[in-house]
């Protein structure tokens, strides 16, 4: 469907209204990026460059492409995520901003990659990914790699000449990447020498993943969680998987809400961490039988399996936080579950295996987005200022000089944004002395 000057395939285009208001709403928390587009908007930095974005479409996004158009840029927004897509939100980008979405709740899968297409058929200069979709399909593009495309993405790559398809990747100038699991595939493609353009690790930047994945996952994972179960968490043995910096948010939160909460890692050194910082550490076998409620929170597959399954107490919880549904195997517990899988409540399917049921939220997606509304705006507006000037340093002098690696978002940009956020939070912190900075920067003054 469109408006009238506007592509778009959104779910309905008489809900702008609404997500102007929760646009809105959440623009009031958002003022680093609010700052961001008030430059945006004199300098005009983007002027005439085709942002692709694949992102969710919430109403945090809705801010940061209000903030790139501002800053000169065509953009086009598609999921990154097919449960996560707020409809109104779609319909107000659409409706009000002139922005073509490509995103519907509840999508399928070729739905899903035909939106993908949408995005990359704008044939953008920057990308910005939530999971590496864009960049993951671009690059099986320049790798020739068609078989392993989604069947709407193929169909359309095969009317492209050898020359188009060349040009779909040349003409990127970079992509930033907001997730772990995004940035983990990307170091992949940058390690087998594939990787055909630089990416900016907005995940990376320290006022993102201090931040976002800490407070902002540690929150909306139970917030999610709470909504779709109504669950008592005090009391309940709640078994965290992965304490990266999400897992640490989340098992923060759970002990905060008066559970119990088991660890379960594989690293040495983070699990060394997660038992100083007071928590059980077990491997996944010994924690199942006495776990209430399970979330993953790894960036791997198959975290939680068939084994795990048949061990876990009557009534267990499952759900996932990390960016894609392969954490748990949910296709092994559809095959040795008995019976038909029964909807409890919205979110919730229950499973019954060797007598016991297993309740799995949202299809095992990420909860926060598809049970939850995602992390607070407030939180999100410093990662979305990352996305934002991510996107302007790729296009500067210096940005235009990064080798086909992943990089960090330059420190001084990063100081920069925590630096607004203090502003609009109405904190003041010291600074240096000059004696200070002189000692600092001497070798040869002793102790």
């Known amino acids: 469907m469109m408006n009238s000057t506007t592509p778009c395939d959104i779910a309905d285009a008489s809900l702008a209204a609404d997500g102007r208001r929760r646009a809105e709403w959440a623009d009031r928390s958002m003022q680093v990026l609010t700052q961001i587009r008030e430059r945006f908007e004199v300098e005009r930095p983007l002027e005439g460059v085709r942002v ?31 449960l996560s897509t707020q409809d109104e939100v779609a319909a107000y980008l659409v409706e009000d901003c002139g922005i073509s979405v490509y995103a519907v709740r509840g999508e399928d899968n070729d739905r899903y990659y035909d ?14 990914d939530d999971g590496a979709d864009l960049v993951g399909s671009l690059h099986m593009i320049a790798l020739d790699r068609l078989d392993d495309l989604a069947p709407p993405l ?17 003409g990127v100038r970079g992509s930033t990447e907001e997730t772990t699991t995004g940035i983990i595939r990307l170091r992949a493609m940058a390690a087998d020498g594939v990787l055909q353009f630089p990416v ?19 929150q909306s994972t139970l917030d999610g969680v709470l909504r779709a179960t109504n669950m008592l968490l005090a009391g309940s043995t709640v078994v965290v998987a992965g304490y990266g910096w999400c897992g640490r948010g989340v098992a923060l939160r759970a002990r905060g809400a008066g559970a119990k909460v088991v660890v379960t890692e594989v690293d040495p050194v983070v699990a060394l961490e997660a038992a100083m910082d007071g928590f059980q550490v077990l491997p996944m076998s010994e924690a199942v039988p006495v776990g209430d ?56 399917v229950e499973y019954v ?32 200022a990352n996305q934002a000037l991510g996107a302007e340093f790729l296009l500067s002098e210096a940005g235009a000089g990064l080798d086909k690696q992943v990089h960090r978002v330059p420190a001084d940009l990063d100081r920069e944004i925590a630096r607004l956020k203090l502003v609009a939070m109405g904190i003041d912190i010291d ?5 200070q900075r002189h000692y600092l920067s001497s070798w040869d003054l002793g102790t």
């Open 52 to 82: 692709s974005a694949c992102l969710h479409v919430t109403t945090e996004t809705a801010n940061l492409m209000r903030t790139l158009k501002a800053g000169g840029a065509d953009v086009v927004l598609c999921a990154s995520n097919p």
């Open 115 to 128: 939106h993908i297409r949408a995005a990359l058929a704008h044939r953008p200069a920057v990308t910005m």
């Open 154 to 170: 193929r169909k359309w790559v095969s009317t492209l000449s050898a020359d188009e398809r060349h040009t779909l990747v040349s």
């Open 200 to 218: 900016v690790a907005v995940n990376d930047s320290l006022t993102k993943h201090l931040f976002d994945n800490r407070y902002g996952t540690g």
């Open 293 to 348: 409620l399970f979330l993953t929170l790894t960036g791997n597959t198959s975290v939680i399996r068939e084994e795990h399954f048949r061990a876990m107490k009557d009534g267990a919880i499952v759900a996932n936080s990390g960016h894609f549904d392969v954490e748990i195997d949910i296709r092994r517990l559809r095959e040795i579950a008995s019976g038909e899988p029964r909807e409890v409540r919205p979110e919730a």
């Open 353 to 384: 295996v060797d007598g016991r049921r297993i309740v799995l939220l949202s299809e095992g997606r990420l909860i926060n987005l598809a049970a939850a509304e995602g992390h607070p705006a407030a939180v999100m507006d410093m990662s979305f």
């Open 431 to 435: 600074t240096l002395t000059e004696a």
